[in-house]
């Protein structure tokens, strides 16, 4: 690969990380959470009550972000959180009846920004690009890199 193929690539990701970042952020405001909110509501739907450690191994993020975010989403009601009956180290945290009651629409609106995402799309299907990406980000997945904070991606089942 020569420089300016290389610079095209890594300008179109930063671009398309900045822009989707945006879009996200704007969808998800006015639920009062921004997207590493979803991915804690979301993962909770999935596995339902987790320890905060369960949830920084599944998201990638450091300990000290997973408290905060949850503390954050504790406050805004969307979650509940209560001390491990088995490990008092622990703090095990769940969906409230009102996180629950958002996850139809949070849903809805990630939808809506993947819809907004691909829009422009003509060379190429969803489920082409989803590959790709997907491969992208296994293959720097596999990259050695010193920070400890890169979530790892981990693509969900379609």
């Known amino acids: 690969m020569n420089f300016g ?3 095209a690539l890594n300008e179109a990701i930063r671009a398309i990380g900045i822009r989707h970042r ?6 998800l405001a006015p639920f009062g959470i921004h997207p590493g909110h979803k991915l804690i509501l979301l993962e909770l739907e999935t ?26 989403l504790e406050e805004a009601g969307l979650v509940v959180r209560r001390p491990s009956s088995t490990d008092r180290r622990a703090t095990v945290v769940e969906l409230s009846e009102q996180g629950r009651a958002l996850l139809p629409k949070l849903k809805a609106v990630w939808r809506r920004v993947a819809e907004q995402t691909v829009a422009g799309l003509k060379s190429t299907t969803v489920d082409q690009l989803t590959d790709v990406l997907a491969d992208l980000a296994s293959s720097l997945s596999a990259v ?3 920070a400890t904070d890169i979530p790892r991606y981990v693509p969900r089942k379609r």
Do not use: C, K, N
């Open 5 to 7: 193929q290389a610079d």
């Open 22 to 27: 945006a879009l996200s952020v704007a969808a």
């Open 47 to 72: 596995a339902g009550s987790s320890t905060q450690a369960q949830l920084a191994a599944a998201s990638g993020y450091e300990p000290p972000t997973i408290t905060l975010s949850v503390r954050q």
């Open 144 to 146: 050695d890199v010193p």
